[in-house]
């Protein structure tokens, strides 16, 4: 927006010795001096990009059986050991953080779509607002994890019937993650929308004939980016313990398709003897969930003008 | 306050019908059967007789009446019953599991104690701790206590709970030995040296809920401080000359714990929930471990009632949380 001010403001400022300076370079000014989520977000970064090349880097198939060299230790052949089939415990990482953050991505964004959704319209439409907000409420006080228990229970075998075990299961679990987790971020978009409507901009572009939905495109929109941007970075960490909760309480995917959950819990059976095994996973879901946190925290406080340039 | 409180009583009761209503429907797409363990040369017309046994033969808003009926009414008639050695509840039919075939309620009555030492254990453990750090990095904004705080709150939201608890598992039973890896339901307190016993396998498991527990309430409470402590009031508390231990402990405490009393509430169901997984890693025999041997047995009217009373938790919590606020803070009113 600023970074198109006309160019006898640029004038005045550059004269007073300032250089213009737009939005985007204040927020990433705000978000550098939190070192905290620098970290995080570089971490983050490095999680997605490891998993995704990590296959052409790291060439051992995740479900390559080799019985003679089964249960190792940390090895130059094998960096993280390997379980008790002999498969690459490297190799199962990188293909389960594939999964889990795929699951992670897709069921944050299931989770923005409808919590945008309903937040924009029960704060833009007063008609709607108290039964999509009495729907939130209603939401909000279900027993959410028993419930994606039951749901994952009933639903498993009919869509691994129709779409493949995989993709079934990837379905069911990014869904029920999706439909359990948008309220929190409805609440938020509706406070701000219901702000917003009041404002004189609204009203100027309400005068000149909008319509509703262009309104809502142009004006609304863009103007709750922010918190939608940090409810999306607290969503994919949510989503990730989330599905990993279910593949250890032993619901989630099937054992055969590695995500870091169920490493987890298959590493819980050999735990005694070979503890390291625990830790791998463990780590990657603690350390990517820390680090999306942290990068939720520098967003907020950079997107937040009221403490920017503080 | 009265009114407002009857208010909202009423309108609990639509919301706990709609969720029971939900949890039945999602239980009735259930592709189950009841009756696939049953052996095959049992004949079919005895199997359905067996299904008839079971209540399955009516129709689906029959059988959710039916439940409403057992659940509202015959199990507190039985709870009565208990309490005072009467007998309204004789010949009722109650909510019957099916894989024991005994009464759902009477299971939960014998599970839920082990849950409710572990996880009311934690929850009050994770309290004490979390106020006194919340309100110290709140008074040393910054410092180094404060950054350390903040980090150890981030990673106590971080680390899920069945891998801290694996974590703790390896190192204090495996590693060092000192606590014992699994949670003996069995056990009785009878004596210093079983009492012994029974603290040290409760350690684990406490930790570990209250890690959560303490990571978010310190949050809280720190966040709560620091709205407080800018405020005039203070300023004209220091301004009398009033020493600081004062001003922090009696005044800006007091107003801050507002709010943070109301969080305490709201988190009350999120721990029993967050238990499931806790009880599961630890093998504690509560109501969370109740509830996933339950799904994975197909047993639905315990799935259905155990779902249940989790929603009644929450809808009852949300409530309190509400009426603590309108009690502690005179600013708000709900007439």
Not at chain 1, 71 to 78: D, E, F, I, R, V
């Given at each position: 927006m600023t970074d198109k001010a006309p160019s006898s403001l640029a004038d005045t400022e550059s004269a007073l010795d300032h250089k213009p300076r737009s939005q985007r370079w204040d927020v990433w000014d705000q978000f550098k001096s939190h070192k905290g989520a620098l970290f995080g977000g570089g971490f983050f970064i490095f999680i997605t990009i490891g998993v995704l090349l990590g296959p052409w880097i790291w060439t051992?198939?995740?479900?390559?059986?080799d019985i003679r060299s089964r249960?190792?230790?940390?090895?130059?052949?094998?960096p993280f050991g390997t379980d008790q089939l002999g498969r690459d415990m490297l190799a199962r990482m990188i293909a389960g953080g594939r999964v889990s953050l795929a699951v992670g991505f897709a069921a944050m964004l299931l989770a923005l779509l409808l919590g945008t959704l309903i937040g924009v319209l029960a704060g833009f439409y007063q008609r709607l607002d108290s039964i999509l907000m009495r729907l939130t409420d209603l939401f909000l006080s279900l027993p959410l994890l028993p419930l994606l228990l039951v749901m994952v229970m009933l639903f498993r075998q009919p869509l691994s019937n129709a779409f493949g075990p995989e993709t079934g299961i990837f379905i069911l679990i990014v869904t029920a993650i999706g439909l359990t987790s948008w309220m929190p971020t409805a609440r938020i978009v509706r406070g701000d929308v219901l702000a917003l409507k009041e404002r004189e901009f609204i009203l100027a572009a309400r005068s000149i004939g909008t319509s509703n939905n262009a309104l809502i495109r142009r004006h609304i929109i863009p103007n709750v980016m922010s918190p939608i941007m940090v409810s999306a970075t607290l969503g994919i960490a949510n989503a990730i313990i989330t599905e990993s909760a279910l593949s250890f309480l032993?619901?989630?995917?099937?054992?055969?398709?590695?995500t870091w959950g169920r490493i987890l819990f298959d590493a819980t059976d050999y735990m005694q003897q070979y503890p390291s095994r625990v830790l791998w996973p463990g780590l990657a879901i603690s350390l990517t969930v820390l680090g999306v946190n942290y990068l939720g925290d520098g967003l907020r406080d950079a997107l937040d003008p009221r403490i920017r340039g503080r | 306050m009265l009114t407002y409180t009857l208010r909202r009583l009423l309108t609990s009761i639509p919301t706990l019908l709609f969720i029971a209503l939900t949890i039945f429907l999602l239980l009735e797409?259930?592709?189950?059967?009841?009756?696939?363990?049953?052996?095959?040369?049992?004949p079919p017309e005895v199997k359905e007789k067996m299904r008839l046994a079971l209540?399955?033969?009516?129709p689906a808003y029959i059988r959710f009446w039916k439940w409403l009926v057992q659940f509202f009414w015959v199990e507190p008639l039985n709870f009565i019953d208990w309490l005072f050695?009467?007998?309204?509840?004789?010949e009722k039919q109650r909510v019957i599991?099916?894989?024991?075939?005994?009464?759902v309620m009477d299971i939960v009555v014998q599970r839920m104690p082990q849950t409710l030492w572990v996880v009311g254990m934690s929850y009050i453990v994770g309290i004490l701790i979390a106020i006194p750090i919340g309100i110290y990095s709140a008074y040393r904004q910054y410092s180094v206590f404060d950054q350390v705080g903040t980090f150890v709150t981030m990673v106590g939201f971080s680390i899920p709970p069945f891998f801290s608890g694996v974590l703790v598992i390896v190192v204090f039973?495996?590693?060092?030995?000192?606590?014992?890896?699994i949670y003996d339901?069995?056990?009785?307190?009878?004596d210093w040296d079983s009492f012994v016993v029974q603290l040290k396998q409760m350690i684990m498991p406490v930790m570990v809920l209250a890690l959560q527990t303490t990571a978010q309430i310190s949050r809280f409470m720190r966040a709560s401080m620091l709205d407080n402590l800018n405020q005039d009031y203070v300023r004209t508390v220091r301004a009398k000359g009033l020493s600081e231990t004062v001003v922090v402990l009696s005044h800006v405490l007091r107003n801050s714990l507002i709010p943070v009393v109301t969080v305490i509430a709201l988190g009350v169901p999120a721990i029993f929930g967050g238990a499931i997984i806790t009880e599961q890693v630890f093998k504690v025999n509560g109501i969370g471990q109740l509830l996933i041997t339950a799904i994975q047995a197909n047993d639905l009217p315990m799935v259905q009632t155990l779902t249940f009373i989790f929603a009644i938790l929450i809808v009852f919590f949300n409530l309190v949380a509400d009426l603590l606020y309108g009690i502690l803070d005179p600013r708000i009113r709900y007439d």
């Open positions: 051992i198939e995740a479900t390559f059986i249960n190792q230790g940390m090895t130059l052949a094998h032993g619901l989630g995917f099937p054992p055969d398709f590695p | 797409l259930a592709p189950g059967d009841p009756m696939a363990q049953v052996p095959l040369t049992v209540g399955l033969g009516e050695n009467t007998s309204f509840a004789a599991s099916w894989q024991t075939r005994s009464p039973s495996i590693f060092l030995g000192w606590f014992p890896s339901t069995t056990h009785q307190v009878t």
